[in-house]
């Protein structure tokens, strides 16, 4: 394989020839051979635009020689578009704070925009991954900005996804209305309710979720860029600021603004905690609502088998004509997953020491992660899961009428002490409350009926 020499100050390294990042991106993974996990594809788009920003914003300010910024805005865009991202190779645990992964791009796009010069990988002299595609930056205020933007972007990808349960949960509740079961409180009998309503509250749990998560995001809208190595923008200036972060505004398509307070943004990475923490509720809500359906589609015949999930695949490699409930499992196991990742970045974000925390890479493999996984999840549960789910009308009322529960609500008509000796003589002689109520004349059938359809209301 053919090869070039590149030089830093630590010496020499041979570099692939047909490689766009170089020496201090080949250093890291020499040094960080960890996860074989790389950089999320939002990440790499994110500073991508940043680099793009800045290129504009120096050439603005007379600081950047128009041919090289204008190679550099070029490379960036095609990295902006999706292209070369086999060159990010940096492993996500990796040096602190993310200096791995800003020289990756920083050499990737300078490496491009030397092609595009017609001139050779790694003629530094030209165009300098530091010099050049670093200009007025620090990885300081770089990682942060990129991964705001990021969530940002993974925000928009997960929101109508959400849209779509919230959706096929409430269609679920219309079509479901007029099925009445047994509640359960402690996994034990509870008053009736319709099917519908339960489905109904599904989706409003969801759609608070949605809300959280979208009014987190909207933090992440604040920028640090041009506060550079602390904070306090050496090498970059209040006018860099100012352009940088209006030129992201036009490539992102983002409604974005500059912080009042950069060395806060550099210390402190509590956005990205409050983000994380949305997702986790998001997940806990999600791991409820998919054991709900595990345990109400439990049987066929030895559980509460009162609704069925679409069978999507063969259970069991040894039971026959086994189906379990691969959806709602799958989607427990994620939301078990961005549990755990939240706890990363809670421990990330309180890592942070004096001027910087070292820990955003780990911040941002965790929550991109968390997000991208629950975007994917959530819509094949929808899909198929949820759409698909049906009811079975008779048992759920079969298993209603036979319920204790149904003595609550007789207490505002004969009282609780008479109810509960109405509850203990239906479980021991296998009556029902309203074959006993209607018997010992406390109630007719046809009033008994319309206390049940009055208890559980209608949507």
């Known amino acids: 394989m053919a090869e070039r020499v590149e030089r830093d100050f630590l010496g020499e390294k041979t570099i692939p020839s047909d490689a766009l990042y170089g020496i201090q991106t080949l250093r890291a993974t020499e040094n960080f051979p960890i996860s074989g996990l790389t950089a ?13 920003a800045g290129a504009r914003t120096n050439m603005a300010l ?7 910024g204008e190679a550099i805005v070029q490379a960036a865009g095609e990295v902006f578009e999706g292209m070369w991202e ?20 920083n050499e990737v796009i300078a490496n491009r925009a030397l092609e595009l010069l017609d001139d050779a990988r790694g003629n530094y002299r030209r165009v300098h991954p530091n010099d050049h595609v670093n200009m007025a930056q620090s990885t300081n205020d770089v990682f942060p900005t990129s991964l705001r933007l990021a969530g940002i972007a993974m925000t928009r990808e997960l929101l109508p996804v959400l849209v779509a349960l919230e959706e096929a949960l409430s269609d679920k509740s219309k079509q479901f209305n007029d099925v009445i079961k047994s509640g359960r409180t402690h996994l034990q009998d509870a008053p009736p309710i319709r099917l519908g309503d339960v489905f109904h509250a599904y989706a409003t749990a969801v759609g608070k979720a949605r809300v959280r998560i979208q009014q987190a995001a909207g933090h992440l809208e604040e920028l640090g860029i041009g506060g550079t190595a602390i904070g306090t923008g050496v090498n970059a200036g209040p006018e860099y600021r100012r352009l940088v972060v ?8 983002f409604v974005l603004h500059e912080s009042p307070d950069l060395i806060e943004m550099t210390q402190n990475m509590a956005d990205f905690t409050h983000l994380s923490a949305c997702l986790r509720e998001l997940s806990l809500t999600l791991i409820r609502i998919a054991n709900d359906l595990r345990l109400m589609s439990s049987g066929p015949n030895t559980g509460l088998g009162e609704i069925d999930l679409p069978p999507v695949q063969p259970g069991s490699s040894i039971m026959p004509g086994k189906v379990n409930p691969v959806m709602a499992e799958m989607l427990d196991m994620v939301c078990f997953q961005v549990v755990g990742n939240d706890t990363a970045v809670a421990m990330a ?22 997000m991208e996984i629950l975007k994917n999840a959530v819509s094949v549960f929808a899909e198929r899961c949820v759409k698909g789910i049906t009811a079975h009308d008779e048992h759920c009322r079969n298993i209603a009428e036979k319920s204790m529960g149904l003595a609550a609500l007789l207490n505002p008509y004969i009282g609780y002490e008479a109810a509960a000796e109405a509850a203990k003589e239906a479980v021991k002689t296998g009556a029902t409350i309203r074959e006993i109520v209607v018997k010992k004349g406390l109630m007719t059938a046809q009033e008994f009926e319309k206390l049940v359809e009055e208890s559980t209301g209608r949507h």
Request: no cysteine; proline share 3%.
């Open 86 to 105: 086999d060159q990010f190779v940096v492993d996500v645990f990796q040096a602190g704070a993310g200096t791995s992964f800003n020289m990756n791009a």
């Open 349 to 370: 974000v309180q890592a942070g020491q004096l001027e910087l925390n070292v820990m955003m890479p780990l911040i941002a493999h965790n929550l991109l992660s968390s």
């Open 62 to 68: 007379g600081r950047l020689d128009r041919p090289i």
């Open 246 to 253: 209006e030129h992201l505004g036009e490539i992102t398509g």
């Open 40 to 52: 999320h594809r939002s990440l790499i788009w994110a500073i991508a635009a940043v680099k793009m």
